[in-house]
């Protein structure tokens, strides 16, 4: 099978390191009352920790499921240095939610890969979520904590493309 691969369009140092030190987050809006408060407490975190605001950019889309297509954009611009992604996937008692997950996971694996641009996940599927209070709570506060650790991870993936001195 013949394919046409387009090169990474992203903006490299001499060392072959991302050269910005931008961060996209792409969130999903489907749940949108859970799925904020990880963008909320990603942005909160990469600025309490030295990022300037004017920095992080968030974008969102609809669904989970376009997640991949939007941060492959992103990543491809050369504005950002790592590019992350949130969203929650329900189990709706059909298994779609297994096929989802793993195409949304898989397409933002091959966005890394392609464009050499380190995307990071806090995509989550909870295993029977149920729409009430006591799941919304916690999940509101367990994606509290999913932001923050992605902006860890953010901070980590950018620092260990820091070029090394001599």
């Known amino acids: 099978m013949n394919q046409i691969v387009t090169p990474p ?3 490299f140092t001499a060392t072959g390191r991302p050269a910005s ?15 904020d408060r990880a963008v909320e407490s990603f942005v909160e ?7 300037p605001r004017e920095d992080v950019d968030v974008f969102a889309v609809p669904g989970v ?3 991949p ?29 297994e096929f989802v997950s793993t195409a949304v996971i898989d397409g933002l694996m091959r966005v890394q890969l392609d464009t050499g641009v ?3 996940t806090a995509v989550l599927t909870p ?22 650790e ?13 070029p090394v001195a001599a």
């Open 69 to 97: 297509l939007r941060v492959q954009e992103l990543a491809r611009t050369g504005r950002y240095g790592a590019v992350a992604a949130t969203g929650l996937i329900v189990d709706g008692g059909i298994y779609r939610h």
């Open 21 to 35: 030190r931008r961060v996209a987050i792409v969130q999903a809006l489907w749940h949108r009352d859970v799925v």
């Open 45 to 51: 975190r990469l600025v309490e920790t030295g990022t």
């Open 65 to 67: 499921f376009e997640i």
């Open 118 to 120: 380190p995307v990071l």
């Open 9 to 11: 369009t992203t903006a």
């Open 150 to 162: 992605l902006a860890d991870a953010a901070r980590a993936v950018l620092a260990s493309t820091e």
């Open 127 to 148: 295993i029977r979520y149920h729409e009430h209070d006591e799941h919304r709570g916690f999940f509101r506060e367990h994606f509290v904590v999913k932001g923050r």
